[in-house]
């Protein structure tokens, strides 16, 4: 009677292992360095953009958390630096909800530093109520997509004078859920909030695609990146449906079941690090491979007009 139940608890605690190692997924296995590389980290204050902060830390970067709250951004920085025992990470103010923010941030950003060799647009809302930003955008196109189409725009020319450089933009699978509505992009006739996501994140990929297009011959390579289903707040956003998320009972069943912030920032680190990937630019990633992106996602005239729409909206060539 014993043996059979000891028996059954080795069994299901291998059962769990290789469970969890399936749902951690692919892992950046690579000691790849980054030595005097400056990196900028947008919503780095938590999950997987602190994790990714960390790592790229650790292996001799000079990294920045541009973050909408300097007191979360500051605990994460005092946080990484007590476990890394590395002070080379900086803070600094970013709202993406904000164009004037982005446009202060950025101003200062090139005054202080003289190169950028990769820019990681990790920030992101998930499925909220509708909201407006500060410029009347729908709050998930604002953030997700046309907040980071400006900050990389404004920065770009300094990217490219660090070349080789990347570029890596968060996206999620949910893109292949979204569609690219030319009618009502900003959402202001009708609005579904999973909708909504689901099209800012397919904006990510379609911008990494353009953006590739239009790079082509610098020494810039970008990258969109699906990280997986990850235990972090990004929930937080869903309002009244967050409960559901963050339950007492719910909670640590996520935590089974979700990858952990640190296997969800494998594949940024991948794109962000891998010498193999230098001559690979506007693909998809996710568990540290090479995803097929959906025909509607390869569409390449919708993705320049994704483009010519952004930069109206964001007053990319108004100086």
């Not at 390869?298 to 990319?316: C, I, P, V, Y």
Request: aromatic share 8%; charged share 25%; with cysteine.
């Amino acid at each position: 009677m014993l043996l059979s139940i000891a028996i059954g608890a080795v069994v299901a605690f291998l059962t769990y292992k290789l469970a969890r190692l399936i749902i951690e997924g692919g892992q950046f296995r690579k000691n790849t360095r980054c030595d005097g590389k400056v990196i900028l980290i947008t919503g780095a204050n938590t999950g997987i953009g602190k994790e990714t902060a960390r790592e790229l830390l650790k292996r001799g970067g000079k990294v920045y958390l541009a973050c909408r709250s300097l007191e979360r951004a500051n605990a994460a920085r005092a946080d990484i630096i007590a476990q890394t025992g590395l002070s080379n990470i900086h803070v600094r103010e970013l709202d993406l909800s904000s164009m004037e923010s982005i446009r202060k941030f950025a101003q200062g950003f090139l005054a202080e530093e003289n190169r950028l060799d990769l820019l990681i647009n990790n920030a992101g809302v998930m499925a909220c109520p509708k909201q407006l930003t500060k410029d009347g955008f729908e709050q998930q196109l604002g953030v997700n997509h046309l907040g980071h189409f400006l900050l990389t725009n404004l920065l770009l020319e300094r990217v490219k004078s660090s070349a080789p450089s990347r570029i890596v933009n968060l996206s999620s699978l949910a893109h292949k859920y979204g569609k690219i509505n030319q009618k009502d992009l900003n959402s202001e006739h009708s609005y579904n909030q999973v909708t909504a996501y689901c099209q800012s994140k397919l904006a990510n990929v379609m911008f990494t695609r353009e953006l590739a297009r239009r790079l082509q011959g610098t020494g810039v390579t970008t990258y969109a990146v699906h990280p997986g289903t990850v235990d972090t707040d990004l929930p937080r956003h869903m309002g009244s449906l967050f409960f559901l998320f963050d339950h007492k009972l719910v909670k640590p069943l996520l935590r089974v079941a979700f990858k952990t912030p640190l296997s969800g920032a494998q594949t940024t680190l991948y794109t962000a690090l891998d010498e193999e990937l230098t001559e690979e630019s506007g693909k998809y990633y996710a568990d540290c491979r090479e995803q097929k992106l959906s025909s509607y996602a390869r569409n390449d005239e919708l993705a320049a007009w994704l483009w010519d729409q952004s930069a109206k909206m964001t007053g990319l060539n108004v100086e």
